[in-house]
């Protein structure tokens, strides 16, 4: 793209708001891919910016699930139109659970749709159940059946999103690490975006936890022990679903 046109669209393009949801499970990818995102010389995604200030505390401003949504995507807008980029923010599918207190609901969720997804580009991270679990287990301290839950949790909110008319792409973690180029060309072309190289140094974001920054992706994050209490009956139906 001339680097002229890039500009001129960096500085003259009217707000739309927040445009872009990166959804996913903890410990699944969600951070990288939004810093991944946020590296593109047309994108801002954020990280779980007033995530929990609208949607995880309790805050007696927001008494409802619709007020609650409401507010955040306020939030976001408000950020969006600051930006001289395309908006977008990350958020996990733990945090969306505790708007239906980690249940499948669906009238929560088909407000959460009008809401938060109809008319957004959504991008959804899965990882295998195997790995993600055991990541949960080592990385957050919660006990097996929370750390079970969660992703169950998180599979049930990608079985929503699927069966319903939403812009939807889904990614998987493996596949990100092992052919990242290829990963992110596809998720551009669904953004309306050319891949841009500098999406690569997201790795090292100061969007990212000091911890967990790198210079590049480690496909070696692909392999990992895995913990010794996960039963594969747990998730074996989720696992299907998801053709791991």
């Keep these: 793209m001339d680097p002229f046109y890039l500009l001129r669209s960096m500085l003259f393009r009217k707000a739309k708001g927040l445009e872009i949801v990166v959804m996913g499970a903890g410990r699944g990818g969600t951070s990288l891919l939004a810093t991944l995102l946020d590296a593109h010389p047309q994108l801002e995604v954020a990280s779980e910016d007033h995530v929990a200030e609208y949607l995880v505390e309790k805050n007696p401003r927001y008494p409802d699930v619709s007020s609650k949504l409401a507010a955040f995507v306020k939030a976001c807008t408000k950020d969006a139109k600051r930006s001289k980029l395309r908006y977008g923010n990350k958020i996990t599918t733990e945090q969306l659970g505790f708007?239906?207190?980690?249940?499948?609901?669906?009238e929560v969720r088909d407000l959460i749709r009008q809401e938060l997804w109809e008319g957004r580009k959504l991008v959804?991270?899965?990882?295998?159940?195997?790995?993600?679990?055991?990541?949960?287990?080592?990385?957050?301290?919660?006990?097996?059946?929370?750390?079970?839950?969660?992703?169950?949790?998180?599979?049930?909110?990608?079985?929503?999103?699927?069966?319903q008319d939403l812009d939807l792409h889904l990614i998987k973690f493996e596949d990100l690490l092992q052919n990242p180029r290829k990963e992110l060309e596809q998720l551009c072309a669904f953004l309306g975006l050319s891949y841009s190289e500098s999406m690569l140094s997201g790795t090292s974001s100061d969007r990212i936890l000091v911890d967990y920054r790198q210079q590049d992706l480690d496909a070696n994050r692909v392999q990992r022990t895995v913990d010794s209490r996960i039963n594969l009956a747990d998730i074996q139906e989720e696992l299907d679903f998801l053709a791991y």
């Design 99 to 106: 708007l239906e207190d980690f249940k499948a609901n669906p």
């Design 124 to 163: 959804f991270i899965v990882r295998d159940g195997r790995t993600c679990i055991s990541s949960k287990l080592e990385r957050t301290g919660v006990d097996y059946d929370t750390a079970l839950g969660y992703w169950k949790h998180s599979v049930s909110i990608l079985g929503y999103l699927k069966s």
